[in-house]
């Protein structure tokens, strides 16, 4: 196998994926509003991968690592982004596969903690110089060649247009006053001394008319909220559309290894220097951060451990975050799927300590997450890996569809201001369908 490249006369990478969006197993990652803008549309996998767990086990990582080297090239050039390997769904839920967990959330739709293929073609658009180049890896080049022609004919068919979306009626998984007495169990865990922070979440249910497009409403999202950790995705009969904001893990070909936790909210409209003051959420992100450093020192060497940014004031669509940074080197004897399987799932979305934390998470939150906290994102041949936090993320299934919103509980959290921030960080997704919750 080899990979081959070549270009085409530059697209849209969200006006090209409309050629994608109802293919099975076709996957976007906007990153036109990232640090670095190079968005990838990877399609066509020659082979897929799914597993639920039902008990610790190493079992789905090692076969993943199998899938990679049974499909990798002979070579590898050194690219900074995704041009062949594995890519998918890693689900919240993934952690019953490392650690022994409770079950007492319903699993309300049986989603697979892993939905993953293995991909050989991969489209990749460079925003800032606008080339788009299209990878191949193939056993010859005239079996490339093949793919490049095809490509090219698929490139000038009609691409739809963003459409409008209804109106939607959203109903919560438990009353207002039942989410603040979450919130208070969480409290009172704390000071019982079982945890120092966990994020609870809600979530939130609504019936799609007969004629929806799942894909068109993306395009309008991403228009009214730009978020830089941006994906899509249809797996088995579910779809996945984020508007995340959070970086989960990226590896480079040189070993160089960084996370960047979000902790710390408050609504744009407001202040944003009284969040950068707030003791509350400084101490929640500063205990992700160390809880990171400790998960990264399971496969980093433990004098490469940094944290280059310490609760940073960025600003989104609808709400201001500290977000922090946290860098390593990978010992030479771990894979990024070492790396993937000791940090999973993100601190920012669990709690200290993380064990723990996702047991009471289990036990208070109604229902399963699913793709929810999980991460999306890609696992190179060349031992490279990026992954997001699926935040700020809508799964579709059947004829409804399903959004989640939580925050950081710490010791000093407010039940009423929580309950809040969980409507702040969801207001554009709600208001992208003209809806508001009941």
Known sequence: MKTYCTSYPYQPPQTVFTLFADQPDALFLDREYADTPVSIIAFDPIETFDFKATQPTEVPFKHLQTLLTRY???????????????????????????????????DSFSLPDISVGVYLKVLVFHHKTQILSFFVTAPSESQAQNHFQALEIRLQQKKRSPAKSPSLIWTPDQTKEGYKASIQKVIDYIHAGDIFQACLA?????????????????CHLRILSPAPYACYMKTGDIIISSNSPEQ?????????????????????????????????????????????RNDLSRT????????????TLKSYANVHHLVSKVTGTLKSEHTALDLLRTCFPGGSISGAPKIRAMEIIDEIEPVRRHAYCGSLGT???????????????????????????????????DPEEEYQETLDKAQKLFESFEGKPS
């Open 248 to 292: 989960f893990l990226t590896l480079t070909h040189k070993g160089e290894v960084e996370t960047s936790p979000i902790k710390g909210t408050a609504p744009r409209h407001t202040d944003p220097t009284h969040l950068q003051k707030s003791e509350k959420n400084r101490a929640e992100n500063i205990m992700i951060v160390d809880l990171l």
């Open 202 to 218: 809600q979530r939130f249910t609504a019936p799609l008319p007969d004629d929806f497009d799942p894909y068109a409403h993306y």
């Open 72 to 106: 990798a090239p002979e070579t590898h050039a050194e690219h900074p982004y995704f041009t062949g390997g594995l890519a998918g769904l890693f689900s919240y839920d993934l952690g019953r596969a490392t650690e022994k967990m409770p079950s007492q959330a319903r």
């Open 379 to 413: 696992l190179g041949f060349d031992g490279t890996l990026d992954m997001n936090i699926l935040i700020r993320t809508l799964i579709f299934k059947d004829t409804s569809v399903y959004l989640s919103s939580g925050g950081g509980i710490v010791a000093d959290s």
């Open 300 to 311: 980093c060497q433990a004098d490469s451990i940094n944290v280059p940014e310490l609760c």
